[in-house]
């Protein structure tokens, strides 16, 4: 089967996942081959794009143009690289104001789908914790848990909640490798 798009979770798929939200770039810390994957699946024609709750905004820790920054900068190190991610999709909410977006609900993706014509049953999710997969599923993607970020700990606890990804890989570097070899 062919893919249509990656879609990527943020923190602890290509970043540092930390405990408080990122405020700059300097703060921001690429997971090792993170850029690389990216950019393997750019030159394989693969469409990407990175999904992200990024609740601190909405708790006024850190604001939308700290975030946008951030994100701007990572567009362009990407580029740079000779990769491209397509878009960057965020939910900026707190988590207790319902909003459709919030992961684990499937809007980003949705939003996405949408706005590039991605046929999401074509589509994969890579993520670091239930509630990546949870939107991955919901919006009738197949799906990838990496065991960076909060992964290792997820592997243990998302069969208890009957969440079963397609695959598990170690980080992004596999989980790009075996999406490839599965086209």
Same mark, same amino acid.
């Given at each position: 089967?062919?893919?249509?798009?990656?879609? !990527?979770?943020?923190?602890?798929? $290509?970043?540092?996942?930390?405990?408080? #939200?990122? =405020? /700059?770039?300097?703060?921001?810390?690429?997971? #090792?081959?993170? $850029?690389?994957?990216?950019?393997?699946?750019?030159?394989?024609?693969?469409?990407?794009?990175?999904?992200?709750?990024?609740?601190?905004? +909405?708790? %006024?820790?850190?604001?939308?143009?700290?975030?946008?920054? $951030?994100?701007?900068?990572?567009?362009?190190?990407?580029?740079?690289?000779?990769?491209? $991610?397509?878009?960057?999709? &965020?939910?900026?909410?707190? #988590?207790?104001?319902?909003?459709?977006?919030?992961?684990?609900? #499937? +809007?980003? !993706?949705?939003?996405?789908?949408?706005?590039?014509?991605?046929?999401?049953?074509?589509?994969?999710?890579? %993520?670091?914790?239930?509630?990546? !997969?949870? &939107?991955?599923?919901? =919006?009738?993607?197949?799906?990838?848990?990496?065991?960076?970020?909060? %992964?290792?700990?997820?592997?243990?606890?998302?069969?208890?909640?009957?969440? /079963?990804?397609?695959?598990?890989?170690?980080?992004?570097?596999?989980?790009?490798?075996?999406?490839?070899?599965?086209?």
């Amino acid at each position: 089967m062919s893919v249509s798009a990656v879609f !990527l979770d943020r923190d602890g798929v $290509i970043c540092e996942d930390h405990v408080e #939200p990122v =405020a /700059s770039w300097e703060g921001f810390h690429v997971l #090792p081959g993170a $850029i690389e994957g990216v950019v393997a699946l750019s030159k394989a024609g693969v469409r990407v794009f990175v999904f992200t709750n990024q609740a601190g905004v +909405g708790r %006024g820790v850190v604001t939308r143009g700290q975030v946008e920054a $951030i994100h701007g900068r990572l567009l362009a190190e990407v580029e740079a690289a000779g990769g491209r $991610i397509e878009g960057i999709y &965020a939910c900026y909410h707190a #988590p207790d104001e319902g909003c459709a977006c919030r992961k684990p609900r #499937p +809007g980003l !993706l949705l939003d996405a789908a949408s706005e590039h014509g991605v046929d999401l049953s074509r589509a994969w999710v890579v %993520g670091d914790m239930g509630r990546d !997969l949870e &939107a991955g599923r919901g =919006a009738g993607c197949r799906t990838i848990l990496v065991r960076t970020g909060k %992964g290792r700990e997820e592997v243990e606890t998302l069969a208890a909640r009957g969440i /079963s990804p397609d695959l598990v890989a170690e980080d992004l570097a596999e989980a790009v490798a075996r999406i490839l070899a599965a086209r």
